[in-house]
Nanobody
Framework: VQLQASGGGLVQPGGSLRLSCAAS????????IGWFRQAPGKEREGVSS????????HYADTVQGRFTISRDNIKNTVYLQMNSLKPEDTAVYYC???????????????????WGQGTLVTVSS
């Protein structure tokens, strides 16, 4: 599958952005879609994931309560609504797809088969 991430940009602290991950084929061909991010000088980390099948979601502790992941299986698109953004949320955000039943391993990069190109989110005043 080809994944196209979009929606990044510059936002002030406390602001919101919604990222989109558009897939070239049905999300149901995959077990889950995940969002990852990589800040300058840091390793890539899992942010959130959602099951294409039953809607089960997972969040990193650092974004729990601020970010919401959702899916539209008709549009083959996964969204990441990011609220109350902080400077430490600044990173390149990537979406990825997996055919594996990841559950507790949702944040492990090696579980994912296909990756999008990334979209830059900058949180700064």
């Amino acid at each position: 599958v080809q994944l196209q991430a979009s929606g990044g940009g510059l936002v002030q602290p406390g602001g919101s952005l919604r990222l989109s991950c558009a897939a070239s084929e049905s999300l149901l061909n995959y077990w889950a879609i995940g969002w990852f991010r990589q800040a300058p000088g840091k390793e890539r980390e899992g942010v959130s994931s959602i099951s294409s099948r039953d809607g089960t979601t997972h969040y990193a502790d650092t974004v729990q309560g601020r970010f919401t992941i959702s899916r539209d299986n008709i549009k083959n698109t996964v969204y990441l609504q990011m609220n109350s953004l902080k400077p430490e949320d600044t990173a390149v955000y990537y979406c990825a797809a997996t055919t594996r039943l990841v559950n507790k391993l949702w944040a492990r990069e090696y579980q994912y088969d296909d990756w999008g190109q990334g979209t830059l989110v900058t949180v700064s005043s």
